[in-house]
T-cell receptor, first 111, second 111 residues
Framework: ETGVTQTPRHLVMGMTNKKSLKCEQHLGHNAMYWYKQSAKKPLELMFVYNFKEQTENNSVPSRFSPECPNSSHLFLHLHTLQPEDSALYLC??????????FGEGSWLTVV | QKEVEQDPGPLSVPEGAIVSLNCTYSNSAFQYFMWYRQYSRKGPELLMYTYSSGNKEDGRFTAQVDKSSKYISLFIRDSQPSDSATYLCASHYNQGGKLIFGQGTELSVKP
């Protein structure tokens, strides 16, 4: 139990589908993050939310659409993805943007 | 030049060996240094957190930072098969700053 829960753990979607990844943190933190992890590459920061306001968008394509309704929940809405978007998507949280705690990740395969 | 560089390995050692994992970084302003451990198909978990130069010990693990050479090390004593994982180093220059990750080093400890 990491304190950051992600669902689903695995997702296979077609390029024309629309799906969403969900993240919930039980740590009382005020910042939440989406990271992308591809094989043999460093973790890529995608989005940062602080007190449910987006503070960072790391030049992420618009086919990825985040949503943060409150400090405990974060979504990543996916539509018209490409096969190269297949990766592990990690949600994380932190208090005042200090030490970051990760969830288990959602494995996404785009076919 | 990548801000944080790490040899991806894989590194294979026999059980009981002392393991040395290393990273270099380019930004001399980095002050906070972390090591994360990531088991296969899991999210990264924080292993060690250090500020500025010096050593920090936690059980079989020792984190070392040499700011003069911009070198970060993680030593694992009496390595166990359960230590087999990918180890990620990460740095940032201030509290709340963007965390920069290395590529990760894959470690395998053979019984």
């Amino acid at each position: 139990e990491t304190g950051v829960t992600q669902t689903p753990r695995h997702l296979v979607m077609g390029m024309t589908n629309k799906k969403s990844l969900k993240c919930e943190q039980h740590l009382g933190h005020n910042a939440m993050y989406w990271y992308k992890q591809s094989a043999k590459k460093p973790l890529e920061l995608m989005f940062v939310y602080n007190f449910k306001e987006q503070t960072e968008n790391n030049s992420v394509p618009s086919r990825f659409s985040p949503e943060c309704p409150n400090s405990s929940h974060l979504f990543l809405h996916l539509h018209t993805l490409q096969p190269e978007d297949s990766a592990l998507y990690l949600c994380a949280s932190s208090q005042d943007r200090n030490t970051i705690y990760f969830g288990e990740g959602s494995w996404l395969t785009v076919v | 030049q990548k801000e944080v560089e790490q040899d991806p390995g894989p590194l294979s050692v026999p059980e009981g060996a002392i393991v040395s994992l290393n990273c270099t970084y380019s930004n001399s302003a980095f002050q906070y240094f972390m090591w994360y451990r990531q088991y296969s198909r899991k999210g990264p978990e924080l292993l060690m957190y250090t500020y500025s130069s010096g050593n920090k010990e936690d059980g079989r693990f020792t984190a070392q930072v040499d700011k003069s050479s911009k070198y970060i090390s993680l030593f694992i004593r009496d390595s166990q098969p359960s230590d087999s994982a990918t180890y990620l180093c990460a740095s940032h220059y201030n509290q709340g700053g963007k965390l920069i990750f290395g590529q990760g080093t894959e470690l395998s400890v053979k019984p």
